[in-house]
């Protein structure tokens, strides 16, 4: 079952295509969603690859690297998980994670 996208990492996407397609292409903002999007479903079966949130609030949240962008997210059941947003290595993570985390 594929992950559920939730409202606040669908718009991050959006922003990460945006970004690509502006720097690059459309062709290279596509290929680049694509694989992050892919990414998302191969690490729902690697459970070695998820990293907890540190944070107290934010029990039961994990992440994991993929290039230049960590992706947070909950496990909603075996294998499909919940992804709570999509945050590029440069932004103030803990921040960004919490405005994400409380829109869902």
Do not use: C
């Amino acid at each position: 079952m594929p992950a559920k996208i939730y409202p606040a990492a669908q718009e991050r996407i959006l922003e990460i295509w945006d970004y690509t397609e502006r720097k690059w292409n459309e062709k290279q903002a596509d290929a680049h969603v694509r694989e992050l999007v892919a990414e998302i479903e191969v690490v729902a079966s690697q459970r070695h690859r998820w990293r907890p949130v540190l944070d107290e609030s934010m029990k039961g949240v994990y992440f994991f690297r993929h290039r230049l962008h960590y992706i947070f997210f909950r496990e909603l059941s075996k294998r499909r998980l919940g992804v709570i947003s999509v945050l590029q290595e440069n932004m103030d993570i803990p921040a960004r994670l919490r405005e994400d985390s409380e829109r869902g």
